[in-house]
């Protein structure tokens, strides 16, 4: 299952950037967006852990666990969305709940909106 963001209004890139950094701390889920899409179209990596290093190295935020489970392998199905959550269980009310208010938290002070669907 996937809750799929698309975001309205500059800047989009800060926004996308924020979710990832959101996501790290939410084990619950692996992420995908057009800009880790086409670094991994651009470069061949044996592995999503090496996708993530190399992706995530200027931030030094991902400790060595989470590298394995951050990025979706499900890359092609992002569609026209600008991001996308993929649940490693399907969630229920309450996670999906969490996840929408961390979203909040996150892009509120960028001065995006976004809309979220979770298929």
């Known amino acids: 299952m996937r809750s799929y963001i698309k975001i ?3 800047p ?3 926004a996308i950037k924020a979710l990832e950094k959101m996501a790290i701390d939410f084990p619950e ?3 995908m967006n057009p800009l880790i899409l086409t670094t991994s179209s651009q470069t061949a990596f ?4 090496e996708l993530s290093n190399y992706y995530f190295a200027d931030s030094g935020d991902v400790p060595e666990p989470r590298c394995n489970t951050l990025i979706s392998k ?3 199905a992002l569609g026209d969305h600008d991001f996308f959550f993929e649940w490693f269980k399907d969630p229920d009310m309450d996670q999906i709940s969490k996840l929408i208010e961390k979203i909040d938290e996150t892009l509120t002070p960028i001065g995006v909106r976004y809309t ?3 298929k």
């Not at 044996?46 to 852990?49: K, T």
Request: charged content about 5%.
């Open 29 to 31: 889920v692996c992420i």
């Open 116 to 118: 979220i669907t979770t």
């Open 46 to 49: 044996q592995s999503n852990y």
């Open 12 to 14: 989009t890139l800060k």
């Open 8 to 10: 309205w209004g500059p």
């Open 74 to 76: 499900s890359g092609s």
